[in-house]
């Protein structure tokens, strides 16, 4: 991945639709002005010619890990948006406001630096994303297993440890055998600022996820306009080969682009 300090400048020359003397047409990705190649060999590019010549890529994919996860998960999505520069963030935090805090600081300075930033996120990234007040920053966005309802998770979790919401208001924190901590103030900042997501948004479901319910999913889909794909038989964490093949094919899919084009 890249850090997220480092990134090209955005220059203002307009779109060069020529490229090693190829005709390229112009073609919309979710509204985003996309310029491909004929013949498509490494699919989607999108760029401007800098003065001296070269191609300067103007999407950015940003890419937010879930529990345990990394930054370095963004490599593999590089060859999925040939036509982007792919950055990872590695956020310290892992309740929504300070997360969201620095997700906030990512996309926009990517915004800055890019015409269209395009969100990619895993599981509990998905929820930290849509708590990071971004819509504005996100052309489109793609969830895999995104937490969707995390007040649901908790509430379970306090059942099953049989934990009273006047024992964690008492305590404020209570660790249980799961080595999670259950905190009264987490749970009341969910309840206070309810998920506001209007981004177009791709999401992808394994019909054996055991965080949350396809009626779970369903439902926030169908509420916040979101284009639901269910994998028979997927779990929450995509990893295997045949579920990583499944969630490539389905990225290219939503671009449009046939598997063979990159």
């Known amino acids: 991945h890249r850090d997220l300090h480092s990134f090209p400048t955005r220059r203002s020359s307009d779109l060069n639709?020529?490229?090693?003397?190829?005709?390229?047409?112009?073609?919309?990705?979710?509204?985003?002005?996309?310029?491909r190649s004929r013949p498509c060999a490494r699919g989607f590019h999108l760029w401007r010619k800098g003065n001296a010549g070269?191609?300067?890529?103007?999407?950015?994919?940003?890419?937010?890990?879930?529990?345990?996860?990394?930054?370095?998960?963004a490599d593999h999505y590089k060859?999925?948006?040939?036509?982007?520069?792919?950055?990872?963030?590695?956020y310290k935090n892992d309740t929504p406001w300070a997360a969201g805090d620095e997700i906030r600081?990512?996309?926009?300075?990517?915004?800055?630096?890019?015409?269209?930033?395009?969100?990619?996120?895993n599981s509990i990234g998905a929820f930290l994303s849509m708590h990071a007040d971004i819509e504005k920053e996100i052309a489109h966005a793609y969830f895999i297993s995104p937490i969707v309802d995390m007040e649901s998770l908790i509430i379970d979790m306090m059942r099953r440890v049989k934990v009273t919401e006047s024992e964690l208001r008492e305590k404020g924190v209570i660790k249980n055998d799961f080595g999670e901590e259950l905190s009264w103030?987490?749970?009341?900042?969910?309840?206070?600022?309810?998920?506001?997501?209007?981004?177009?948004?791709?999401?992808?479901?394994?019909?054996?996820?055991?965080?949350?319910?396809?009626?779970i999913v369903t439902t926030f889909a169908?509420?916040?306009?979101?284009r639901l794909t269910v994998m028979d038989g997927g779990g929450h964490w995509f990893h295997t080969e045949a579920q990583m093949r499944f969630l490539d094919a389905w990225i290219r899919k939503t671009i449009g682009c046939r598997g063979d084009c990159l």
């Open 17 to 35: 639709l020529s490229e090693d003397g190829v005709t390229i047409r112009r073609r919309l990705f979710h509204g985003i002005p996309l310029l």
């Open 54 to 73: 070269d191609h300067i890529m103007i999407n950015a994919v940003l890419y937010i890990h879930g529990k345990d996860g990394n930054a370095a998960e």
């Open 79 to 90: 060859e999925l948006f040939p036509f982007c520069d792919v950055f990872g963030l590695d």
């Open 105 to 121: 600081e990512a996309a926009r300075s990517l915004s800055v630096k890019y015409e269209n930033v395009i969100l990619v996120a």
């Open 185 to 215: 103030e987490y749970l009341c900042y969910i309840r206070n600022n309810p998920i506001l997501w209007n981004v177009p948004t791709d999401i992808l479901y394994g019909s054996e996820d055991v965080m949350t319910s396809i009626d």
């Open 222 to 226: 169908e509420k916040h306009n979101g």
